[in-house]
């Protein structure tokens, strides 16, 4: 069974700096990486999605790496932003289209 | 912008009294899935559906929970009875056919039970 770690649990910055967000997998042989946001009470938006064979997305200030060899995926926030405040959740995919997820890092960015 | 539609938002019930989660996926979405997210950790799949088709109900509770999309678009996903430790959010998505793509999620129903 895939088990997905997000570490850490809770990160507090202030406005204006990067945000590094990990995320490890313990089976390698994943179809896919997505890269999730959820505010509080909310559903999920997808913010990145990688192939299995892509090493990086980036949209905007977002920039997503893969590395599946040893089971790491970080996702890259540049020049935080108060608006950025949320939980973002890391999910593996599995070719059979389900997705395996962590239990998210909550990001609080203080102005 | 299509988005998948979940009703209720919230609900409130006692143990032992039936709940019925709504969902109506992105148009032409064949795959359907039901999630349960405990606050603080990820989603977790309890059914997927493929068309009308039951993909994976392994995680659900079978004894008081029961899922179905009986023409292959929305889907009602039921808790009979309740237990205090089913208060959570239930999630629900769709995806089209193919893999590499990703799912796109409702805003959840949000469920106490008291």
């Known amino acids: 069974k895939q088990e997905v770690t997000q570490i850490p649990a809770a990160l507090s910055v202030p406005e204006g700096e990067n945000l590094v967000l990990n995320c490890s997998f313990t089976?390698?042989?994943?179809?896919?990486l997505q890269w999730f946001r959820q505010d509080p009470g909310k559903g999920l938006t997808s913010l990145l999605l990688i192939q299995s064979s892509q090493r990086e997305q980036t949209s905007g200030r977002l920039n997503a790496s893969l590395d599946k060899s040893s089971g790491r995926s970080t996702l890259y926030i540049a020049a935080s932003q108060p608006g950025d405040s949320a939980t973002y959740l890391c999910a593996v995919g599995s070719n059979d289209y389900k997705l395996s997820f962590g239990a998210g890092t909550t990001v609080t960015v203080r102005a | 912008e299509a988005e998948v539609a979940q009703s209720p938002r919230y609900k409130i019930t006692e143990k032992s009294q039936a709940v019925a989660f709504w969902c109506d996926p992105i148009s032409g979405h064949a795959t359907l899935y039901w999630y349960r997210q405990i606050l603080g950790q990820g989603p977790e799949l309890l059914v997927q559906?493929?068309?009308?088709?039951?993909?994976?109900d392994s995680q659900l509770p079978k004894d008081r929970f029961s899922a179905e999309r009986l023409k292959g678009v929305d889907s009602t996903l039921k808790i009979q009875p309740a237990e205090l430790g089913d208060s959570a959010m239930y999630l629900c998505?769709?995806?089209?056919?193919?893999?590499?793509?990703?799912?796109?999620f409702g805003p959840g129903t949000r469920l106490l039970v008291l």
């Open positions: 998505a769709s995806s089209s056919e193919a893999a590499e793509e990703t799912q796109y």
């Open positions: 559906f493929q068309d009308e088709s039951v993909v994976d």
């Open positions: 089976d390698s042989a994943i179809y896919n």
